[in-house]
């Protein structure tokens, strides 16, 4: 099965300006995660979608961060606008969600897009 | 809160080296923990897992084992090769009725492996 896709794989921008990343999750996985990984540090959550509803964005600043998932499958995270420390690898994940088998629930994750901010 | 706290790198060892990467968490409940690995320009892949106490997780000659007692998950592997290099993440997912609860990863561990 084709896996998560994500594009582009890298960005360059100027600090102030605005990007946008695009995240299509595995076929029926209902569940959706951004994460942040910033160089040296493991992943953090930004936001989790559970078809097109937000089930966790404690962490994602909301002054300038969005991300909408309008049709329950495919996802779009924006930036705007951006700062130096948003410079990162944006990954995102996905994954079946059921009562079945509930504890083996894997996250499949993307390749990632790298964001440098100049 | 839950958080992970992993061994800190680099590690470099020789090939056919015997590894270690220790990984210890702090969460209340019964999380399931998980291995994942990150080769040079690829995604995270998951490596193995447990989720209960006293569980073994192995894959491709590696294995960790869920010590409750001692909080801790560490990685291990008898004999590492070349193609192990890699960054490895020691995570924590919280347990839920459908499992889909975030995962919380420890900082990373680069391991590189020399001929």
């Known amino acids: 099965e084709a896996g998560v896709a994500q594009s582009p794989r890298y960005k360059i921008i100027e600090k102030r300006q605005s990007v946008a990343f695009w995240c299509n999750p595995i076929s029926g996985h209902a569940t959706l995660y951004w994460y942040q990984q910033i160089l040296g540090q493991g992943p953090k959550l930004l936001i989790q979608f559970q078809n097109n509803g937000v089930v966790d964005d404690s962490q994602l600043p909301k002054d300038r961060f969005s991300a909408e998932r309008l049709k329950g499958v495919d996802s779009t995270l924006k930036i705007q606008p951006a700062k130096l420390e948003d410079s990162a690898v944006y990954l995102c994940?996905?994954?079946?969600?059921?009562?079945?088998?509930?504890?083996?629930?894997?996250?499949?994750f993307g390749p990632g897009t790298r964001l440098t901010v100049l | 809160g839950n958080s992970v706290t992993q061994m800190e790198g680099p590690v470099t060892l020789s090939e056919e080296a015997f590894l270690t990467i220790n990984c210890t968490y702090t969460a209340t409940g019964y999380p399931s923990l998980f291995w994942y690995v990150q080769y040079p320009g690829e995604g995270l892949q998951l490596l193995l897992k447990a989720t209960k106490a006293d569980d073994k997780g192995s894959n491709k000659g590696f294995e960790a084992t869920y010590r409750k007692e001692t909080t801790s998950f560490h990685l291990e592997k008898g004999s590492v090769q070349v193609s192990d290099s890699a960054v490895y993440f020691c995570?924590?997912?919280?347990?839920?009725?459908?499992?889909?609860?975030?995962?919380?990863f420890g900082t990373g561990t680069r391991l590189t492996i020399i001929p």
């Open positions: 995570a924590l997912r919280k347990t839920s009725n459908f499992g889909n609860e975030k995962l919380t």
């Open positions: 994940a996905s994954s079946w969600t059921g009562s079945l088998a509930a504890a083996y629930n894997e996250q499949f």
